[in-house]
C-alpha cells in the first residue's frame, strides 16, 4: 500500500562514507545533530553565539566527511578530509566554550583567536566551494575584499577609513553580524528543525501518503503538484511570516511532487521559494510589517491589508501561468482516472498521517506559535502518528535514517547560511547599505524612475538575509523617504520598499528562502535562486507598476482600479509566456520579444500604453495560434 514503510528500502550512503569507520562517524553525527535540534525545539535555543556555533560545528564536521574536494571522488574519506572535518568543529565551538570571556572582551580578539577567525573563514569557503559552487566563493571574495580595498576609494564611491585584520576578525567570527549572524541562526534553529520533520515524515511514509493524495486530486491536471505547490505555499505564508520557514515547511511535500511529476529540482526548488515568498507579500499577516507600516503611516491597518491585495494576486498570476506552461513545454500531461489512486482508499490506509502537518498548520495559523515551536510540536505529532498503526510505525533502523538523512539535507542549507555571514559581515562593518543608498539616491537626481532603480538595489542589498519585519523597518527609514520626497503616495513608497526588501528572499546571492528550498531540491542553492528570479520576475516590476500607478493600491476610481488590475494581469502572463519561450508550441525570438514587450507596456499606466500592450499582446496570440493550427495537422 501507498503509506507502507519498506523496511528494506533505505537510502544508500555515498560511496566515500562506506567504510565502517565513516559510516559510524557520519550516523553519530547525524543523530547528535538530530538530538541537539530536537532538544533547541522543546527547551528553547541557547543565546546565539553558542546556538549557532555548536549548529555550524556539526554542519563543518559532516560537509568534509561526506562532501569530496572533487565531484566524482568516492574512494573513501582521505585523511586530510577528516583533519578538516575536526578543525571545522573546533574552530566553531571556540567561540561557543567562551563566550562568556569574548562577551567581557566586547568581542575584540586576541592574537590567536584572529588565526582562528581566518581558518574558520577559510573552512566556510571551502565548504561553500564544495557544497554550492565557486560563484559563491567569488561573490564573498569580492565583499570580504572591500573591507580593505574600500579604504582606496573615494569616501562619495563608497570608500571607508579601513580596517584591521583584528576588527574584520571580530564582526566576521566573533560577532553576531558575521558568520554566526541571523541567517545562521535561522538555519541553526527552525531551518534544521524543519528538515527533520520532513524526514521523520518519510520514514513513517507521509511523503508517500501526500503524493497519493495529489495524484488522487489532481493528477489529471497539468502541472498539478507544482500547482498545489503555489496554493500552499501562499496560504502559509500569509501567516506564517517568514518565507524560509515556508519553503521549508511546505517545500518538504510539495518539492518531491514536482520531481516526480517531472520538473527538474532546480526548478522545483524556485517554484516552492518563489511561492513562499509571495506568502509574505500577500494579506493578512505580510510578516507582521503591515502592522508596523499602519503604525509608521498612521493608517488603518485594513488599508494597507487591501492596498497589498492586487499586487499579490498579480504575482501569484504569473507563477501559476509560469507553472502551467512550464508543464506545457515539457509535455508533462495529467494521468487517466483508471491509472490514480482512489481517495477513499488513500484515506483509509493512511489517513492518520495528517496528523502531523495538520498540527503544524494549527500550531503556526491559529495557536500564533513562534516558528521553532510549530516545528517541534509538528515533528512529535508526525513521529506519534506514525507509531499509531503496524504499517508506518518506524523501528529503530528507520529513525537512524531519519536523522541520517536529516542532517545531510541540512548541510548545503547551513553552509549558504554561514557563507552569507561573509557577505553580509563586510556590509555591517563598512556601512555600506546606507552608504550606498545616500550615493544612488543623490545619483538619481530628479528622475523618479532612475531612483527607483537605484532604491530596488539598495533595498535587495541592505535586506539580505534578514527577517521580514526588520527588512521593513531598515528599508522603510533609509529608502522610502527619498520616494515620498520625489511626490509618490507615501503608501506606494512604503509597498515599494518592503516588495523590494521581501525579493532578497530569491535574490542571490543571500536567497535564505532559496537555499532553503535547493537544500530540499537537492539543487544548486545559486542557480535555484537564479531560477526564482526568473520566475518571480513580477515581484520586481509590480512595485514600479504601483508606484506609477497607485491604482493597484486601490487608489483611484473603482474603474480605474478594475481597469489597471486587468491589463496588469494581461501584461504578467505575457511575460510568463516571454520567459518560458511557450504558449501552445515554442515561441519564436520574435514572438518572445514581442510578448515580453507588450508586458512591459501594459505594466505603466496609461490609456495609450494599455492599447498598445493589448493590441499587440493580441496579435501575437493570433499570430502563434494560426501557426499552431496550420503545423499541427503535420505532427504525428
Given at each position: 500500500m501507498s503509506a507502507t514503510i519498506d523496511r528494506e528500502e533505505v537510502a544508500a550512503p555515498p560511496g566515500r562514507w562506506r567504510g565502517a569507520a565513516p559510516y559510524a562517524a557520519v550516523t553519530l553525527l547525524s543523530v547528535v545533530f538530530a538530538v541537539f535540534h530536537i532538544r533547541t525545539g522543546w527547551v528553547g535555543v541557547l543565546p546565539d553565539l553558542q546556538q549557532r556555533g555548536i549548529h555550524?560545528?556539526?554542519?563543518?564536521?559532516?560537509?568534509?566527511?561526506?562532501?569530496?574536494?572533487?565531484?566524482?571522488?568516492?574512494?573513501?574519506?582521505?585523511?586530510?578530509?577528516?583533519?578538516?572535518?575536526?578543525?571545522?568543529?573546533?574552530?566553531?565551538?571556540?567561540?561557543?566554550?567562551?563566550?562568556?570571556?569574548?562577551?567581557?572582551?566586547?568581542?575584540?580578539?586576541?592574537?590567536?583567536?584572529?588565526?582562528?577567525?581566518?581558518?574558520?573563514?577559510?573552512?566556510?569557503?571551502?565548504?561553500?566551494?564544495?557544497?554550492?559552487?565557486?560563484?559563491?566563493?567569488?561573490?564573498?571574495?569580492?565583499?570580504?575584499?572591500?573591507?580593505?580595498?574600500?579604504?582606496?576609494?573615494?569616501?562619495?564611491?563608497g570608500g571607508h577609513a579601513g580596517f584591521s585584520l583584528r576588527r574584520a576578525i571580530?564582526?566576521?567570527?566573533?560577532?553576531?553580524?558575521?558568520?554566526?549572524?541571523?541567517?545562521?541562526?535561522?538555519?541553526?534553529?527552525?531551518?534544521?528543525?524543519?528538515?527533520?520533520?520532513?524526514?521523520?515524515?518519510?520514514?513513517?511514509?507521509?511523503?508517500?501518503?501526500?503524493?497519493?493524495?495529489?495524484?488522487?486530486?489532481?493528477?489529471?491536471?497539468?502541472?498539478?503538484?507544482?500547482?498545489?505547490?503555489?496554493?500552499?505555499?501562499?496560504?502559509?505564508?500569509?501567516?506564517?511570516?517568514?518565507?524560509?520557514?515556508?519553503?521549508?515547511?511546505?517545500?518538504?511535500?510539495?518539492?518531491?511532487l514536482m520531481k516526480r511529476l517531472g520538473y527538474s529540482p532546480r526548478f522545483a526548488g524556485a517554484v516552492e521559494a518563489v511561492a513562499s515568498t509571495g506568502g509574505q507579500l500577500t494579506p493578512p499577516v505580510m510578516g507582521s510589517a503591515a502592522f508596523i507600516m499602519a503604525e509608521y503611516l498612521q493608517l488603518p491597518y485594513r488599508q494597507i491589508a487591501a492596498?497589498?491585495?492586487?499586487?499579490?494576486?498579480?504575482?501569484?498570476?504569473?507563477?501559476?501561468?509560469?507553472?502551467?506552461?512550464?508543464?506545457?513545454?515539457?509535455?508533462?500531461?495529467?494521468?487517466?482516472?483508471?491509472?490514480?489512486?482512489?481517495?477513499?482508499?488513500?484515506?483509509?490506509?493512511?489517513?492518520?498521517?495528517?496528523?502531523?502537518?495538520?498540527?503544524?498548520v494549527f500550531q503556526l495559523a491559529v495557536m500564533k506559535t513562534t516558528v521553532l515551536s510549530a516545528a517541534f510540536m509538528g515533528l512529535f505529532a508526525a513521529l506519534l502518528a506514525g507509531m499509531l498503526r503496524r504499517h508506518t510505525r518506524p523501528g529503530p533502523r528507520?529513525?537512524?535514517?531519519?536523522?541520517?538523512?536529516?542532517?545531510?539535507?541540512?548541510?548545503?542549507?547551513?553552509?549558504?547560511?554561514?557563507?552569507?555571514?561573509?557577505?553580509?559581515?563586510?556590509?555591517?562593518?563598512?556601512?555600506?547599505?546606507?552608504?550606498?543608498?545616500?550615493?544612488?539616491?543623490?545619483?538619481?537626481?530628479?528622475?523618479?524612475?532612475?531612483?527607483?532603480?537605484?532604491?530596488?538595489?539598495?533595498?535587495?542589498i541592505m535586506s539580505m538575509g534578514l527577517p521580514s519585519t526588520a527588512v521593513y523597518i531598515l528599508v522603510a527609514v533609509l529608502i522610502a523617504p527619498a520616494i515620498v520626497a520625489l511626490g509618490v503616495a507615501p503608501l506606494a513608497a512604503h509597498m515599494f520598499a518592503y516588495w523590494f526588501g521581501t525579493m532578497a528572499n530569491i535574490t542571490p546571492p543571500v536567497a535564505t528562502a532559496a537555499y532553503a528550498a535547493a537544500g530540499i531540491a537537492g539543487s544548486n542553492p545559486l542557480m535555484t535562486g537564479l531560477s526564482a528570479v526568473r520566475l518571480g520576475a513580477a515581484g520586481f516590476l509590480l512595485p514600479f507598476m504601483f508606484v506609477f500607478g497607485p491604482q493597484l493600491l486601490l487608489i483611484g476610481t473603482t474603474m480605474e482600479i478594475v481597469l489597471a488590475t486587468a491589463t496588469c494581469a494581461v501584461g504578467v502572463s505575457a511575460l510568463a509566456a516571454a520567459f518560458c519561450g511557450f504558449l501552445l508550441r515554442p515561441l519564436h525570438l520574435v514572438e518572445r520579444l514581442a510578448l515580453g514587450a507588450a508586458?512591459?507596456?501594459?505594466?505603466?499606466?496609461?490609456g495609450l500604453t494599455d492599447v498598445l500592450g493589448v493590441g499587440l499582446t493580441a496579435i501575437v496570440g493570433a499570430a502563434h495560434w494560426l501557426r499552431h493550427r496550420r503545423l499541427a495537422p503535420a505532427e504525428p
Open positions: 555550524l560545528a556539526m554542519i563543518l564536521a559532516l560537509v568534509f566527511l561526506v562532501v569530496p574536494a572533487r565531484r566524482g571522488d568516492v574512494g573513501g574519506v582521505p585523511w586530510h578530509d577528516v583533519l578538516l572535518s575536526a578543525a571545522g568543529a573546533a574552530l566553531c565551538l571556540y567561540p561557543v566554550l567562551n563566550h562568556a570571556e569574548i562577551s567581557e572582551r566586547m568581542g575584540f580578539p586576541t592574537a590567536l583567536e584572529q588565526w582562528l577567525g581566518v581558518a574558520t573563514a577559510l573552512l566556510v569557503v571551502e565548504a561553500t566551494r564544495r557544497t554550492i559552487g565557486l560563484t559563491m566563493v567569488v561573490i564573498i571574495a569580492v565583499f570580504v575584499s572591500y573591507l580593505w580595498i574600500g579604504a582606496h576609494l573615494p569616501m562619495d564611491m571580530s564582526t566576521l567570527y566573533l560577532s553576531q553580524e558575521g558568520i554566526f549572524g541571523p541567517t545562521l541562526g535561522a538555519s541553526a534553529s527552525f531551518i534544521a528543525l524543519f528538515i527533520l520533520f520532513g524526514a521523520v515524515a518519510k520514514v513513517t511514509g507521509t511523503g508517500q501518503f501526500i503524493i497519493d493524495i495529489a495524484h488522487s486530486a489532481l493528477g489529471t491536471v497539468r502541472g498539478g503538484p507544482a500547482k498545489v505547490a503555489v496554493a500552499a505555499s501562499a496560504l502559509l505564508g500569509t501567516l506564517s511570516g517568514s518565507a524560509t520557514a515556508n519553503a521549508v515547511s511546505t517545500g518538504m511535500f510539495t518539492i518531491p492596498a497589498a491585495l492586487i499586487p499579490a494576486i498579480l504575482f501569484y498570476v504569473m507563477l501559476l501561468v509560469t507553472v502551467h506552461l512550464e508543464a506545457a513545454k515539457l509535455g508533462l500531461v495529467g494521468l487517466r482516472r483508471d491509472q490514480l489512486p482512489r481517495m477513499r482508499a488513500v484515506m483509509l490506509h493512511g489517513g492518520h498521517l495528517l496528523i502531523g502537518p495538520t498540527v503544524l528507520q529513525l537512524l535514517e531519519a536523522a541520517r538523512e536529516g542532517a545531510l539535507m541540512s548541510l548545503q542549507v547551513g553552509v549558504a547560511c554561514a557563507a552569507a555571514g561573509l557577505i553580509i559581515g563586510p556590509i555591517f562593518l563598512s556601512g555600506l547599505g546606507p552608504k550606498l543608498a545616500d550615493i544612488l539616491v543623490n545619483a538619481a537626481g530628479a528622475n523618479l524612475l532612475v531612483l527607483l532603480v537605484f532604491a530596488m538595489i539598495a533595498a535587495l508586458a512591459l507596456t501594459l505594466m505603466y499606466p496609461g
